[in-house]
């Protein structure tokens, strides 16, 4: 007899001296993980429901608990590793596919890790941005390759092109009402009017509520075409045709009927309880012309005034695609790379297809520049950016600006513990349950996402001035103030960068 | 050791310009005495001049100078010249034999017009086909270097203390009306007469003091547009940039100023509409041109001089007039040292460019 039992991956280790058994983590947590026992009135645990996304270690009032990794083993094995064993013993008790969330946790290489920012000395000097104008502010859209004038001589100064400006070239990406909260969105529709920047609806469509944001909200369009109607496409800054995500490049999503329910079913423009499924491809899209006509037909729709985006998940040929996605109407490319975050995935597409972001980045930069065409589009990055040096190093290797999803969703409240897909969130951000929905408060994670904007700002601000460089636009593509550390000869010349040293 | 070009080098410098709006011609001995006041501010490692005006009498042809290092890239280089232009004059700009100055290249200077047919089945303007044959002969032909293509105008350059360079081009026995020159401190020792500024494309010619920081979000850009940069200098891409912005995209040198020294936004946000929308349009469109990082530029043109400093003014720059004469400088004591009456004098405020201009129905 075969036995599927795995032992958990995480261990909840309580200090019964300190816990005074309040109950809290009982109804913090959504996993039913702890409970009371009366008989001996002591707390117990159910390691095995553990997805250690540490709300109960983080709300317990006398820091009882914390969850450590299980040290239960199977035999050591570097080919057969424990999770290798246990996926396995899944997959053989279950016949699916595996499911993950968020992004590819795998130990690939970081390339921004490998790359060092420069700083000036003596022969030119660097800026204090507390006491010189530091500029941040950018536009995203296709730029006119020749200026005209009036007839009295005059400059034409009314651009031809719909652009997109922001006080600073971060951005939060698509993440639909559905897979996060309607918190969760409002958070993100404040706080990205608040910083002059742009939220992103996803594939859900957009709440009635937040047409109030729209200045400030790209919605986007996507295989499943859910929510899209006019006003909708009306309503956003800009206009993003996903056709792919770097979590899981190729395939389509889903989002079952249990929670099409109330405002995501009316949002969704789908009946209650049915599954919402996003084919994998756009069945009006089998090659790059016919992208020009759905990029053309919402053109029409929204009388050119909006941008239009193209999101593609960094794949293998990314430089060639980007090149004809920039000769197809386009206004901005956003390239999502493999560790981008996602509510769910097929475990084996999010750790295994795709590039990293900051190879394709540079390939396709590198590409539109050879072929005279990278000022038909701007460039949009995410998957993922970590931190305000990971921005400074992907505006020099040539973006136009970033989009951040897992660093939005960690600065709202997000532990991490990629579960999303069990709708169990209990930070209320990857859950549609009213009583978990309502523990984030959309005033603080408004709050929240501001300060970590601004805080990037600031370092971006500094690291700038460091370089003195005092605009970003004079940042962007500027590879000479990057070099690699660590790298071989092939990754450096992708990168279009020298070797620390050099 | 790797020469100018295989890796980039920053440099301080000194830079001096003299301009009569009268179209007075005067000779080098005034250029070289301000360069010269200015002797600490390089290291003698690269020096230079450009002079407009000084040929009259073959003001009509393009005066390309070159710089050959062997006979072989000479004869190549020649073969390219006379298959392209009608060539008047060929011969070796005069030089004067000094121990300040060693290791020279071949230096000659030709005098042409491109051939009527050849322009005409290129579909090319004059200029541009010009432009394109410098930028063949500099990239494509080993051991050759166009480094003047302007007509009626020339640009004399080496390594060396800029005061001994003057001598040893006897710049005492050129006339013109415009002179700028350029004394240079790069922080490595390239040895390559090409290296020295001013750099020059066409009647264009840029003297400046400076290391941008925008240098290469600058070049990237603008190698899409047909420019290669191969000198990986400051002075080239500002070159390449305005020689863009000014006879391809026909904006005014002031509005060329807007773009490259942008004013900053919390200044246009605050001026009226009008004014504020063509520069939102203007730094918008050509986000990628901005340059950042201290500078201050002459730029050299047929019947004007432009100065302009970076939007900070992280490089001094000071200019001064008496009567018809402007004067700029890196030092004061360099305008001094050539004019102790001067009427006025004053600090260009950063990005704004001073551009003057000869007087109206003067002819050089």
């Known amino acids: ?502 | 050791m790797q020469n100018e070009g295989e890796f980039r080098i920053p440099s301080g410098c000194a830079i001096s310009g003299v301009f009569s709006r009268s179209g007075k011609k005067f000779n080098g001995e005034s250029i070289i005495k301000s360069i010269s006041t200015m002797h600490d501010r390089s290291n003698g490692l690269g020096g230079g001049f450009a002079a407009y005006g000084i040929y009259p009498r073959n003001k009509d042809l393009y005066a390309f100078h070159v710089f050959y290092d062997s006979v072989r890239a000479k004869e190549e280089c020649e073969e390219v010249i006379k298959a392209n232009f009608d060539v008047n004059i060929a011969e070796k700009i005069p030089t004067r034999r000094i121990p300040e100055i060693t290791d020279e290249p071949m230096i000659w200077r030709y005098f042409g017009l491109p051939f009527e047919k050849l322009l005409k089945d290129a579909r090319l303007d004059e200029k541009e086909f010009v432009a394109r044959f410098v930028t063949k002969v500099n990239t494509e032909i080993k051991g050759a270097y166009v480094f003047s293509s302007g007509k009626n105008m020339g640009v004399f350059k080496a390594v060396g203390f800029p005061e001994d360079v003057g001598r040893y081009y006897c710049l005492e026995n050129y006339e013109g009306y415009c002179w700028t020159a350029h004394g240079r401190y790069p922080t490595n020792t390239p040895g390559w007469w090409g290296g020295a500024h001013p750099f020059s494309l066409l009647d264009y010619s840029i003297v400046h003091n400076g290391e941008i920081s925008s240098y290469d979000a600058n070049r990237r850009f603008i190698e899409m547009f047909g420019y290669k940069c191969v000198l990986l200098t400051d002075t080239e891409v500002i070159t390449y940039i305005i020689d863009f912005l000014n006879r391809k995209q026909r904006l005014s040198l002031e509005e060329v100023a807007q773009v490259i020294a942008a004013p900053f936004w919390s200044e246009i946000d605050r001026m009226p509409p009008e004014q504020q929308k063509k520069l939102t349009y203007l730094r918008n469109v050509f986000s990628s041109l901005l340059v950042t990082g201290p500078f201050s530029i002459l730029l050299g043109f047929t019947g004007g001089l432009m100065a302009l400093n970076d939007r900070l003014k992280l490089r001094s720059m000071v200019a001064g007039e008496k009567g018809d004469m402007f004067y700029v400088a890196s030092e004061e004591c360099a305008i001094r040292a050539v004019e102790p009456n001067i009427e006025r004098f004053w600090a260009p405020q950063g990005g704004e460019p001073i551009v003057v201009t000869l007087n109206e129905g003067v002819n050089v």
């Open chain 1, 1 to 502: 007899m075969v036995i599927d039992y795995l032992s958990p991956d995480y261990e909840v280790v309580r200090n019964q001296q300190r816990c005074i058994a309040c109950r809290v983590c009982e109804r913090q947590c959504a996993n039913e993980v702890h409970s009371y026992d009366p008989d001996l009135k002591v707390m117990k645990s159910d390691d095995s429901k553990c997805v250690n996304c540490h709300r109960c270690v983080a709300l317990c009032p006398t820091h009882a608990l914390k969850i450590v990794k299980n040290n239960d083993t199977f035999k050591i094995n570097a080919n057969w590793t424990n999770e290798a064993i246990s996926e396995i013993f899944r997959q053989a008790g279950t016949g699916g596919v595996l499911l993950s969330s968020m992004g590819n946790p795998q130990p690939y290489p970081i390339y921004w890790d490998k790359i060092l920012i420069n700083a000036s000395q003596v022969t030119n000097p660097s800026i204090d941005p507390l006491r010189e104008p530091m500029e941040t502010r950018t536009f995203l859209g296709k730029r006119p390759d020749k200026l005209e004038r009036n007839a009295d001589g005059s400059l034409k100064t009314d651009n031809p092109y719909p652009n997109l400006e922001l006080s600073v070239p971060i951005m939060f990406s698509a993440m639909s009402y559905g897979s996060i909260s309607y918190n969760a969105h409002e958070s993100l529709a404040r706080a990205a009017q608040e910083l002059g920047i742009y939220y992103n609806t996803g594939e859900g469509g957009l709440h009635e509520d937040f047409y109030k944001y729209g200045s400030h909200t790209i919605v986007q369009v996507a295989s499943g075409r859910f929510g899209v109607h006019k006003d909708y496409l009306e309503a956003g800054a800009a206009i993003e045709i996903k056709i792919g995500q770097g979590a899981k490049p190729g395939i389509g999503g889903h989002l079952p009927g249990e929670k099409i329910v109330g405002d995501i079913s009316r949002t969704r423009m789908i009946p209650e309880g049915s599954d919402a499924i996003s084919p994998a491809p756009h069945h009006d899209i089998y090659s790059i012309e016919d992208l020009r006509q759905l990029v053309y037909s919402l053109k029409e729709a929204t009388a050119y005034k909006k941008p239009i985006i193209v999101k593609i998940a960094a794949v293998h040929n990314v430089a060639a695609i980007a090149s004809g996605i920039a000769r197809s109407g386009a206004d901005i490319i956003a390239i999502d790379g493999y560790r981008g975050g996602t509510g769910a995935a097929p475990t084996r597409i999010r750790d295994n297809v795709g590039i990293p972001i900051e190879l394709a980045l540079a390939a396709v930069d590198e590409r539109l520049r050879q072929e005279h065409i990278r000022n038909n589009v701007s460039i949009v990055v995410g998957g993922t950016i970590r931190n305000s040096a990971d921005i400074v190093k992907a505006i020099a290797l040539g973006a136009d600006a970033v989009y951040i999803g897992t660093s939005a969703l960690l600065a709202l409240g997000c532990h991490l513990c990629r579960t999303c897909q069990s709708g169990k969130c209990n930070w209320g951000i990857a859950t549609q349950r009213p009583d978990l929905v309502k523990r984030l408060n959309p005033e603080i994670g408004n709050r929240r996402l501001v300060n970590l904007v601004s805080a990037w700002k600031h370092e971006i601000m500094e690291m700038m001035g460091g370089m003195g460089i005092n605009s970003i636009e004079a940042l962007r593509g500027n590879r000479l103030m990057l070099r690699g550390i660590g790298l071989t000869e092939k990754e450096l010349q992708i990168l279009g960068i020298k070797h620390a040293g050099e």
